[in-house]
């Protein structure tokens, strides 16, 4: 998901919430009595007038409830859009035919390749294409792992590979090594 489909999340739901916290807040003080003593109906006799004479009234209601379905629909779809490859066109100028590679077959390629190395404990590899093609690269690291040599084995081997795989050795390569959740603890007590 990208970055700006993040961003949208957190502010629609921050203030969907705030909405909702405050309109919970309010109910339970109206229902203590917090306005006024006695009973009193949620929605006033002046509202209830203009929604039984005006027809246009329901109209309105129709309308914005509509708006909210499109915008809960909108939100919805930009959920299920990705920027991730589906195939790898490796077709070159000076050749007849065309020659692609699933982007599913590469990336479990990576993975494979990846955990097979000494101190690895799991990788997952993401190929994504926004403005070119760049692959992602998260390595889990083992509590003995060496850091540099990992590093250096992806990026000599792993990423070399991949790169010879999809025929371009400029390929970009974002690979985010995270080291066992005890390693870090252990960093935080010293």
Known sequence: MSSRVNGVN?????SLGVLLLVSG??????????FGDGQHPLVPQGMRDL??????FWWAVAAVCLLIALLALSW??????????????????????LTTLHGGALTEAVETE????R???????????????????????????DIAEVRAAVEDRVVAHARRAVDDPDLPVDVELRPSASRSAGRGLR
């Not at 957190?10 to 921050?14: A, E, H, K, P, V």
């Open 119 to 145: 101190g690895v404990v799991g990788a997952s590899a993401h190929l994504r294409d926004r403005r070119g093609q760049r692959l992602a690269l998260s390595v889990d690291l083992a509590e003995y792992a």
């Open 76 to 97: 919805l779809l930009a959920q299920l859009r990705t920027d991730r490859v589906g195939e790898v066109d490796l077709t070159t100028d000076d050749r007849d035919g």
């Open 114 to 117: 990846t955990e097979q190395l």
């Open 10 to 14: 957190r502010t629609l739901l921050t």
């Open 51 to 56: 929604a039984a004479d005006q027809p246009w």
């Open 25 to 34: 807040g309010l109910g339970l003080a109206y229902s203590f009595g917090a």
